[in-house]
């Protein structure tokens, strides 16, 4: 595996199930990000980790939780989720924080909450 | 604050043609702006990016984009699109650290 994968690429839930979303980057990144791709909406940024610790929490309600155990790995933990959750989740790691830092992204995990 | 606005949600083009992809900027500080695109049922690749230097950018595949600070603008462009430039493109800019923040996109459809 190269890059930044997602697992799984489709996810269908009900409101009361929960999930965990899973991201691994194959870089040696230091960052990694979570973002939210809504139809038509700018792509909102939810949380970022730098080495491991959490460096941003976007005002994300609490049913969404990460989880970074190390640098290589990124979940999103979902629970008790509303059907306007559904949307595209993108992952995305860079070698560090910072401006200068490219962010590689993942192909996502399409999410439809019912 | 800052917010960045793609004026067009679709352009289409017919292949060969020029296409522009707008995208305007409002900061009260000097930002890094970035162009990246999104192929269908993929994550999103860096096309290209301005962090300082010349205003002119461009990238591998025949893309250029120009930082016109008065206007705030980096409008996107390409003289001659292919079929495969089909995609969707955000313009992205970054004030600080790693805080990317997107436009909402613009859907290009290049047709024969």
């Known amino acids: 595996e190269t890059g930044v994968t997602q697992t799984p690429r489709h996810l269908v839930m009900g409101m009361t199930n929960k999930k965990s979303l899973k991201c691994e980057q194959h870089?040696?990144?230091?960052?990694m990000y979570w973002y939210k791709q809504s139809a038509k909406k700018p792509l909102e940024l939810m949380f970022v980790?730098?080495?491991?610790?959490?460096?941003e929490n976007n005002s994300v309600p609490s049913r969404f939780s990460p989880e970074c155990p190390n640098s290589s790995h990124l979940f999103l933990h979902l629970h008790t989720l509303q059907p306007e959750d559904s949307a595209l989740y993108l992952c995305?790691?860079?070698?560090?924080?910072?401006?200068?830092?490219?962010?590689?992204f993942g192909p996502g995990t399409r999410l439809t909450v019912l | 604050a800052q917010s960045v606005t793609q004026l067009d949600s679709q352009v289409p083009v017919f292949e060969e043609a020029p296409v522009e992809l707008r995208c305007n900027y409002s900061?009260?500080?000097?930002?890094?702006l970035f162009w990246y695109v999104q192929y269908p049922n993929q994550g999103l690749q860096l096309l290209l990016k301005?962090?300082?230097?010349?205003?002119l950018v461009e990238s591998i595949n025949g893309f250029e984009a120009e930082f016109n600070k008065s206007q705030t603008s980096f409008h996107l462009r390409k003289p001659s699109v292919h079929i495969s430039d089909t995609a969707e493109y955000f313009c992205?800019?970054?004030?600080?650290?790693?805080?990317?923040?997107f436009g909402a996109g613009t859907q290009v459809v290049v047709t024969p």
């Open positions: 995305a790691s860079s070698q560090d924080i910072g401006p200068y830092n490219e962010q590689f």
């Open positions: 870089l040696g990144h230091n960052a």
């Open positions: 980790y730098s080495l491991e610790e959490r460096v």
């Open positions: 900061s009260s500080v000097s930002v890094y």
């Open positions: 301005y962090l300082s230097g010349s205003t």
């Open positions: 992205a800019v970054c004030k600080s650290w790693g805080k990317l923040q």
